[in-house]
């Protein structure tokens, strides 16, 4: 079942802009995670998040978690073309050992 | 070698058709996974493998039915399916079994039934 839901559904901008995309989930996580998507293909992790930490970074990627709301942040910085996907965040938590993944957003970079 | 793979990347299939789905990795992992994902949907856990047994059954219709027949492989038989199965069938693996890790896809099968 969907854990949660990401917002917005779906983002365009201009290449170089920054893109930023929300995801809030419903029960106690382990960890949340950031998985990519090109159009119909497999699905590319991108980073990890535990529950005990607040920020993290990777590359042009920046990742927020805030437990006490629930809800994490994606921002992708100087975007390009090839950032354009699907993005989708997934909880993981001890109790259900599995990911469960958000909603998605449609991150669209236009040259 | 990182990859999970998956064959075949697409079949269309009768609804009396008996046919598999297959995925292998050589990444020394012990738990794989099948999703399935529709059109603008996010991926919906079916079956979760751990150390080569099945722990996790989503309550997925019998028509489908995951074997494994080693740390390396994961299939899934596919009969007497419904157009509405029609999806993107993802597989994906992990070091240890969830939470504490990140999981592999592969580039999925995209089936229709027809």
């Known amino acids: 079942s969907q854990q949660g839901e990401e917002d917005p559904q779906a983002l365009s901008i201009q290449e170089g802009e920054n893109a930023t995309m929300n995801c809030s989930y419903k029960?106690?996580?382990?960890?949340l995670q950031w998985y990519r998507q090109n159009s119909g293909r497999g699905l590319v992790h991108l980073i990890l998040?535990?529950?005990?930490?607040r920020e993290k970074h990777s590359g042009r990627l920046r990742v927020t978690l805030d437990t006490s709301k629930k809800s994490s942040s994606l921002l992708i910085t100087a975007s390009r073309a090839a950032d354009t996907a699907s993005y989708f965040c997934?909880?993981?938590?001890?109790?259900?050992?599995?990911?469960?993944f958000g909603s998605g957003t449609q991150l669209t970079v236009l040259p | 070698d990182t990859e999970v793979t998956q064959t075949p990347k697409h079949l269309v299939m009768g609804m009396t058709n008996k046919k598999s789905l297959k995925c292998e990795q050589h990444m020394g992992h012990r738990a794989m996974y099948w999703y399935k994902q529709k059109a603008k949907k996010p991926p919906e856990l079916m079956f979760v493998?751990?150390?080569?047994?099945?722990?996790i059954n989503e309550s997925v219709p019998s028509r489908f039915s995951p074997e494994c027949p080693n740390s390396s492989l994961l299939n899934l038989h596919l009969h007497a399916l419904q157009p509405e199965d029609s999806a993107l069938y993802l597989c994906a693996s992990s070091q240890e079994p969830l939470p504490n890790t990140e999981a592999f896809f592969g580039q999925g099968t995209r089936l229709t039934v027809v």
């Open positions: 029960t106690s996580i382990n960890n």
């Open positions: 493998y751990s150390y080569e047994k099945l722990s």
């Open positions: 997934a909880t993981a938590s001890g109790s259900a050992r599995q990911l469960t």
């Open positions: 998040i535990r529950s005990n930490e």
